[in-house]
């Protein structure tokens, strides 16, 4: 079934089936209450006078043809004529279209069964009539007054102003819907975390009340990622203060305590990552910055970089010639790297990274995969929520649950998406696959 998804479509449908059924209402009032009338009438005068006709005809037979009575004379003055049934001129009968209503009326008139049948001769429209009365003979007569030529303006025009109708429909329909673009374009900034300019409040009452909630619902959003920012920045930095204090007073601390100020320090830089981590995953989105960034140098540096620190061996795979994404460097370089950290932590010493692009060139992609544990499938659809870890299945507690968190975070400010699979041989495998710039390869 046909369906309009646009309400300017659905609305400009509809008003244009009214008009149609409009017309042909109309067109069924015009023939019932003013042409059909006329044509009855006409037909009772045409049935009186090809009963007269009839008469004398019946007269012609007693009296001879050299008596041509003065009706039959002032019949075919007018143009009507009576042929042969095998005649030439009447293979035009055979043609025309019968008129069921005026051949029984016209037959009840005459007083014998008649056929009426009506076409569109060279210079106007042409009834036949094959009466019972008159055996082997057509008559014909032509509507001199009724041709094609008569009707033409009335479609025409018809045609002319449903047209225009329906421009103007579609015309006033597309303002009314203007400002509701205007709506979804800035409903979209959102959801890309942006803050839009207010919209417009114009359009009718309905838009307008729309229109001024969702602006007064940007401001509060705003005011809220601003108060956000504001709280984060000053937790910050009066957490971190007191920790670099403490670390400061640790280091110092006399070399028979080395055993608890190792402690005290791995803490203390425990604690200022999990600082990075909330800075991170509540970082605003900021898409306007994205460009073209090339992935294969990102995963290279981001493979290089975590070998440096552990003594895992990485087996990287880059796909040569693939697009560059779309986004930012850092926050894609962040992406990788926690993704590399999990596998660090719940893998078996082996993880292998890959990037690659779809067939149809819209997106890269990165994959990251661990010979761990795995995870259980009932834990894969809340593993990317905030303070959520995979300790059931993979056995570790460490971290504050917000690296994957982030990952999610990061990848759908960049309008990409994720995917968690357990690997047949064992272990995770996750892949985020992002939008690709235009024309520059990587």
Known sequence: MLRFRSSRTQTVFFLVVLL????VLSYMIVFNYALLPSLKQFNRILSHEVRLMLDEEDMLKQTGEQERPFRRELLAELGVSIYPEDSPQAKEFQVASVIDFLSEEMGDEVGSPTEVRLVLGAESYVLWLKVDALPDHLIRIPLTELTEKDFAPLFRN??????LLIAGMWFFMRLQNRPLVALEEAAKKVGKGEIPDPVP??????ILAVTKAFNQMSKGIQALEEDRSLLMSGISHDLRTPLTRIRLATEMMSPQDDYLAESMIKDTEECNEII?????????????DHQAVNLNQIVSE???AEQDKHST??????????RYALGEAVAIKRVVSNLIVNAL???NGWIKVSTGMTADNKLVWVTVEDNGPGIDKAQLASLFEPFTRGDTARGSSEGAGLGLA??????????GSIVVTNRTEGGLKVQISIPTAKKKKG
Do not use: C, N, W
């Open 20 to 23: 149609i059924a409009s017309q």
């Open 158 to 163: 018809s045609l002319l102003i449903a047209l």
């Open 201 to 206: 409040e114009k359009g009718a009452s309905e």
């Open 276 to 288: 990075s981590q909330f800075m991170d995953y509540l970082k605003p989105a900021h898409t306007k």
């Open 302 to 304: 981001v493979v290089i």
């Open 313 to 322: 061996d990485f087996e990287l795979t880059v796909t040569e010639g693939i």
């Open 345 to 347: 932590r719940y893998g």
């Open 406 to 415: 982030i990952v999610k975070r990061i990848v759908s400010q960049h309008q």
